[in-house]
């Protein structure tokens, strides 16, 4: 029998994956299935995206790329940064990679080991988790509760360091549950910082351009005395519906940005050459198609909050960025796994566990409304009617 290293026990999963598997399957059988459980946008990428990510391929751009991404890219990226926070970034602090996922796995191989601890939110991005775990560090939850918009306290926070502590994760807006943390609840939890010079923060902004009713987002980068010691996770996945092209980016502390390269080379060697030209024309290029699917989603976002609200159990505050509301089903006297699994089965309709982000997920769904409204209202009268069964 086969001896696996003991990191593989701990690895988790991303149950969004399995939940759309599960749902393709009875999909092929003939169900009609409506899938509010993936976070994926429904639109297509832009055209100009697509034409800059052709052209370079018949340009002849085949080969190895830089690790840390071609220099054209992370100069764009540079002045992305400094449009929308008013950050001047030195692009050798930009690292490139296939996904935000894999800036999230080598933060936690940079700080995580038995004895450190690392503060994640939950109900939170799974993979923060997972990947805590994979190292052998222990994972410490930072609760996120629907009586603050699902934004965390910035008091709480600091209130779980310790001498083990080494790094803190945040991400705003959040996923799953769509809380977007107030300035001044970044600003409070910056200064609580100063206590504590030895703890790195990595700021999950993947979902920083989709914001509603006016509300602001502060990044890490705005804060010069957390230079040193803050990592900030963004990419193209999201804003431009380049899922699938797999590319992300993260702004890393001057003394950091090579140890990240330096894994880059040993994980994935670099990104492929055709996406960073994509991306490139992405941020470069109109960003008409962007702002439209957000105003698309906001329009989403009130029917879809507004007809939860209508269910008999189910209460949900509006979310304030991200493509995604947290429903509290506590009332319907079901868990949340007993209903995502009822939902699929039963209703047709994919959603997701609370569960699936964390234990404080417990009473709550994550339903995604990355579909169109008219498929929206109608897995929601379907939850209705299982509701009413």
């Known amino acids: 029998m086969l001896t696996l290293a003991s990191g593989m026990s701990r690895l988790g999963t991303e149950t969004a994956f399995d939940v759309l598997a599960k749902a393709n399957a009875l999909a092929a059988q ?21 034409d ?58 940079m700080f995580g080991e038995p004895g450190a601890e690392i503060i994640y939110p939950d109900p939170g ?27 965390f306290s910035a008091e709480e926070l600091l209130s779980l360091i310790t001498p083990r ?4 994760i ?29 703890v790195a923060i990595m700021s999950d902004e993947i979902y920083s351009c989709m914001l509603y009713d006016g509300r602001q987002h502060r990044s890490i980068l705005t804060y010069p005395e957390m230079a040193d010691r803050a990592i900030m996770l963004d990419g193209w996945s999201k804003t431009y519906a380049m899922t699938g092209w ?9 003394a950091l940005a090579e140890k990240a390269t330096r894994l880059a080379i040993n994980d994935h060697s670099c990104v492929n050459a055709a996406t960073q030209y994509a991306c490139i024309a992405a941020l470069d290029g109109p960003q008409d198609a962007a ?21 008999p159990g189910v209460s949900c505050i509006e979310p304030g960025g991200a493509f995604y509301a947290f429903p509290n089903i506590s009332k319907t006297g079901k868990s949340a796994k007993q209903m995502q699994n009822d939902l699929i089965e039963q209703a047709h309709v994919a959603t997701i566990a609370g569960t699936s982000f964390g234990a404080y997920g417990e009473g709550y769904l994550r339903v995604s409304y990355a579909n169109s409204k008219e498929n929206i209202l109608k897995a929601i009268d379907r939850i209705g009617d299982y509701l009413a069964g």
């Open 125 to 151: 991005f799974p993979i923060y988790r997972s990947a805590i775990d994979f190292t052998g560090a222990k994972a410490v939850p930072l609760p996120l509760r629907e009586e603050n918009g699902f934004a």
């Open 170 to 198: 945040i991400n705003s807006p959040a996923n799953p549950t769509g809380g977007v943390t107030p300035v001044e609840e970044m600003d409070k939890l910056v200064a609580g910082l100063a206590n504590h010079p030895a």
């Open 165 to 168: 502590t080494r790094l803190i």
């Open 291 to 311: 702002i439209a699917m957000v105003q698309a989603f906001d329009e989403r976002r009130r029917a879809t909050v507004d007809a939860l609200n209508a269910l």
């Open 30 to 50: 003939g169900a009609d299935m409506i899938n509010l459980g993936i976070g994926q946008p429904d639109f297509p990428t832009p055209p100009h995206i697509v």
């Open 52 to 109: 800059a990510g052709i052209k370079a391929l018949r340009d002849g751009h085949h080969g190895y790329t830089p690790a840390n991404g071609i220099p054209p890219l992370r100069e764009a990226v540079s002045r992305d940064l400094h449009r929308r926070h008013g950050v001047e970034i030195d692009p050798a602090r930009i690292v490139v990679v296939p996904g935000g996922k894999v800036t999230m796995f080598f933060a936690m191989l």
């Open 246 to 254: 797999r590319a992300g980016f993260a702004v890393w502390p001057e």
